[in-house]
T-cell receptor, first 113, second 115 residues
Framework: AQSVSQHNHHVILSEAASLELGCNYS??????LFWYVQYPGQHLQLLLK??????LVKGIKGFEAEFIKSKFSFNLRKPSVQWSDTAEYFC???????????FGTGTRLLVSP | DGGITQSPKYLFRKEGQNVTLSCEQN?????MYWYRQDPGQGLRLIYY???????QKGDIAEGYSVSREKKESFPLTVTSAQKNPTAFYLC??????????????FGPGTRLTVT
């Protein structure tokens, strides 16, 4: 069965620190990859997505992610976090041709001012 | 304003009662989804529907039922057979597109508490 792993369950950073959240998936075929964010009290929203082409994807609010096919990874990065980045982050994978998304267990990020 | 609405925001029920959660979208999306979110477990798919009058079980369908009589609406019933119904329930919708336009849009969620 396809699975998505997010190894960091809780991350605490100070403002201006760099962020990298790990995401690995188990499926070997062609996949679409997503990062979603859930700010406190808000809807889950899309940060960025990868379908094809340049493996370095830029999203909203200064986030980016790199797809490394050989490592089955799609790690999320931000060079300098802000207090407003405090949220829960979810990686999700869609097998090409299927409607379903499979989500990771999420990473709670706390940025202290 | 296009989007997904879920009502109510908070719902309380007694054990043994069925309860129906509402989800409506005006994005003209063909596909709709129900997820359950529990702390430390991410989002797990309950049911999804790719088109009106059709739906498929997700990974944790036991104790739940759905209907899709209209494109805009995908209500979820949590039955008394669901062993652990207290959770945060999220509805989503998407196009059926195969290209990179595919994206799931989420509603604000309903927090169900069963005592």
């Amino acid at each position: 069965a396809q699975s998505v792993s997010q190894h960091n369950h809780h991350v605490i950073l100070s403002e201006a620190a760099s962020l990298e959240l790990g995401c690995n998936y188990s499926y070997g075929g062609t996949v679409n990859l997503f990062w979603y964010v859930q700010y406190p009290g808000q809807h889950l929203q899309l940060l960025l997505k990868y379908f094809s082409g340049d493996p370095l994807v830029k999203g909203i609010k200064g986030f980016e992610a790199e797809f490394i096919k050989s490592k089955f990874s799609f790690n999320l990065r931000k060079p300098s976090v802000q207090w407003s980045d405090t949220a829960e982050y979810f990686c999700a994978v869609r097998r090409t041709g299927f409607q379903k998304l499979v989500f990771g267990t999420g990473t709670r990020l706390l940025v202290s001012p | 304003d296009g989007g997904i609405t879920q009502s109510p925001k908070y719902l309380f029920r007694k054990e043994g009662q069925n309860v129906t959660l509402s989800c409506e979208q005006n994005l003209n999306h063909d596909a709709m989804y129900w997820y359950r979110q529990d702390p430390g477990q991410g989002l797990r798919l309950i049911y999804y529907s790719q088109i009106v009058n059709d739906f498929q079980k997700g990974d944790i369908a036991e104790g739940y039922s759905v209907s899709r009589e209209k494109k805009e609406s995908f209500p979820l019933t949590v039955t008394s057979a669901q062993k652990n119904p207290t959770a945060f329930y999220l509805c989503a919708s998407s196009t059926r597109g195969q290209g990179d336009s595919y994206e799931q849009y989420f509603g604000p969620g309903t927090r169900l508490t069963v005592t």
